[in-house]
């Protein structure tokens, strides 16, 4: 008789790889177009929104905090949901215009 296996858990399961996409002045405030970034499994939107901050300094982490976001093209009203391997984030700041 074989041992049971351990349910995978967030701190045992591998770190997840998502793109972030920039757009108009995140773009500029990111200094690139997209980026792969790779999180912890069970990352939030929210958390991160709080790396990308760290990882690029003031200026992004304005943009960010004015900034809409999709994921897998879906706009992100609760920051809580937890990103799957491969999602797609876009950071959309505010547009002006009409």
Same mark, same amino acid.
């Given at each position: 008789?074989?041992?049971?296996?351990?349910?995978?858990?967030?701190?045992?399961?591998?770190?997840?790889?998502?793109?972030?996409?920039?757009? #108009?002045?995140?773009? =500029? &405030? %990111?200094?690139?177009?997209?980026?792969? /970034?790779? @999180?912890?499994?069970?990352?939030? *939107?929210?958390?991160?929104?709080?790396?990308?901050?760290?990882?690029?300094?003031?200026?992004? #982490?304005?943009?960010? =905090? &004015? %900034?809409?976001?999709?994921?897998?093209? /879906?706009? @992100?009203?609760?920051?809580?949901? *937890?990103?799957?391997?491969?999602?797609?984030?876009?950071?959309?700041?505010?547009?002006?215009?009409?």
């Amino acid at each position: 008789m074989t041992a049971p296996t351990a349910p995978t858990t967030a701190a045992t399961a591998p770190p997840v790889s998502v793109t972030v996409r920039y757009f #108009a002045g995140a773009k =500029a &405030a %990111a200094g690139t177009r997209s980026e792969d /970034v790779t @999180v912890p499994a069970g990352a939030t *939107v929210d958390d991160l929104i709080t790396a990308l901050a760290a990882d690029h300094g003031d200026a992004l #982490a304005r943009v960010l =905090a &004015a %900034a809409s976001f999709l994921l897998d093209e /879906v706009a @992100v009203r609760d920051r809580t949901l *937890v990103l799957a391997e491969g999602a797609v984030v876009d950071v959309l700041p505010p547009f002006a215009g009409g």
